[in-house]
């Protein structure tokens, strides 16, 4: 019986200790110095205005990016600004997806 509990405790520590690396991280694309994340607002509500660079560099999921760097999007991905409001740019993936970012509270 003392064998049992034993082995049933050394699953349950082993099972608890398991992490979890699939972790989930926000869509970051930092340009300017300014940080932008992924948002759920339309996109068909916001007109592109300039194309304002491309992402140089694709970093780690766990990694914050520097200027021109992105978390989720690939090398090559153009950003742009919206007309009318600074708060937003766009980013087209290398498949010609366009996405919706928001700067990040208290970036300015």
């Known amino acids: 019986m003392k064998k049992m509990l034993f082995l049933f405790i050394v699953i349950f520590l082993t099972a608890c200790n398991q992490a979890n690396t699939s972790g989930s991280y926000a869509m970051i694309v930092v340009v300017n110095d300014n940080e932008y994340n992924g948002t759920e607002k339309d996109i068909n509500d916001y007109e592109l205005k300039d194309e304002i660079g491309k992402v140089t560099k694709k970093v780690s999921a766990d990694v914050f990016p520097n200027n021109y760097q992105s978390n989720f999007f690939e090398k090559g991905s153009i950003i742009y ?16 997806e366009r996405h919706l970012l928001q700067e990040a509270p208290g970036d300015n």
């Open 81 to 96: 600004s919206v007309k009318s409001d600074m708060k937003f740019i766009v980013v087209e993936d290398t498949k010609g």
